[in-house]
């Protein structure tokens, strides 16, 4: 369990437009980018309106042989990861619920890999609830929330962990302390000895900072509140409604919040390095049209996010199942179904090797991962 965590960043935040556009474009660069043709990309910037979601391309079943449902957190292999059972492009997907398909009771983490058939990566014990907080780190090691409930419902719900999982899919250990309390989604800085991991408290309404480092025999950990204040509640539906998916941007050191009840984005400024408590930060993307409870939350390879909604809060039933694309200036883009029911978008992420980037959405309704290629143009 030697230099296995994460860290970096401590860039002072700039929120005026000419900076924040500056920053995005530098970081968006020729590799990267899968809209626009090499002549365009001098132009791009944060605000641009040409679209990064696609149509789908390969659906795959996240159910394992225990039964497990609502598959939940989506987390690519690292390409410098080869050992255990991980190999680079990998996709990890968490599940929720169990085979009766009660809420904070799943146990297990599928593998979907870049040809062939899904396999069990890990399995716990019973009835720990594993989140949309789901991360593989650059030594392999993966990182997953654990957010219980007794009987399938927010009423018994409890604090829960971070467990830490060897690439061989074996439990190595729990981080549980004050700042984990019903961990709902995560955001991490990975530089590979040291880490800082960013948790959306579910039961807390509370966005806490977590400062990790490895010994040779434990982890040290240092944590901070540095959100506080949104929305949060239970919900016989969703489990609870309250602050979702965050995103880490080292370019500005923002850390982006999807709150679902508030039904809001906001920003929180010097999320890596700050010690205070922010609040709820600034409020970066409002939009009662589009926004149904935003949940999952990543970063295209154009700058935009994604977000998914839970189609609880504020709902649509003509707007099922929709993933999101705004740019950092809160400008709506498009919007993509996963399925026409209802409250089947969840967890999502983005993955961009040389020219070719892979996006991977949960079907909640289907119990399914959904993944797309997007070659650059």
């Known amino acids: 369990m030697k230099n296995i965590l994460v860290i970096k960043a401590s860039h002072t935040s700039n929120r005026t437009l000419a900076n924040r556009r500056t920053a995005l474009v530098t970081a968006l660069g020729i590799g990267t980018s899968l809209i626009f043709s090499a002549a365009m990309l001098s132009a791009q910037s ?207 050191d923002e850390l982006y919040v999807a709150s679902t009840a508030d039904n809001k984005v906001f920003a929180l400024d010097d999320a890596a390095t700050t010690d205070k408590d922010e609040g709820t930060g600034w409020v970066l993307y409002s939009d009662h049209k589009h926004l149904h409870g935003p949940l999952g939350m990543t970063m295209a390879p154009n700058g935009h996010l994604l977000v998914s909604n839970n189609d609880v809060i504020n709902s649509d039933p003509a707007q099922p199942s929709e993933i999101v694309e705004f740019t950092l200036r809160g400008h709506f883009v498009k919007q993509l179904s996963v399925d026409p029911a209802q409250g089947a978008s969840f967890g999502l992420n983005v993955r961009t090797v040389n020219d070719l980037s892979t996006f991977a959405a949960v079907d909640d309704a289907t119990n399914a991962l959904l993944i797309w290629k997007l070659p650059q143009q």
Do not use: E
């Open 46 to 252: 944060s605000d641009d309106t040409q679209p990064f979601l696609p149509n789908p391309v390969r659906t795959v079943s996240t159910v394992p042989a225990n039964g497990d449902v609502n598959p939940y957190g989506v987390a690519f292999v690292p390409g410098n990861v080869s050992s255990g059972m991980l190999h680079p492009g990998d996709i990890l997907v968490s599940n929720f619920n169990n085979v009766k398909n009660l809420q904070g009771t799943g146990t297990t983490i599928v593998r979907v890999p870049a040809t062939g058939k899904p396999t069990l990566f890990f399995q716990g014990p019973p009835n720990i609830g594993l989140s949309t907080a789901l991360h593989v780190l650059k030594s392999g090691v993966v990182l997953v929330g654990n957010f219980p409930s007794s009987d399938g419902t927010c009423a018994t719900a409890r604090s829960g962990s971070i467990l830490v999982i060897s690439p061989w899919g074996k439990l190595l250990g729990r981080i549980a302390n004050k700042y984990i309390d019903g961990p709902w989604d995560s955001a991490i800085i990975d530089n590979g000895s040291s880490a800082k991991l960013f948790v959306a408290n579910g039961l807390s309404g509370t966005v806490t900072r977590l400062d990790l480092s490895w010994t040779s025999s434990k982890i040290v950990q240092k944590g901070v509140q540095i959100g506080s204040g949104y929305a949060h509640q239970c919900d016989p539906v969703t489990f609870v409604d309250a602050p979702t998916g965050l995103v880490y941007n080292p370019k500005t």
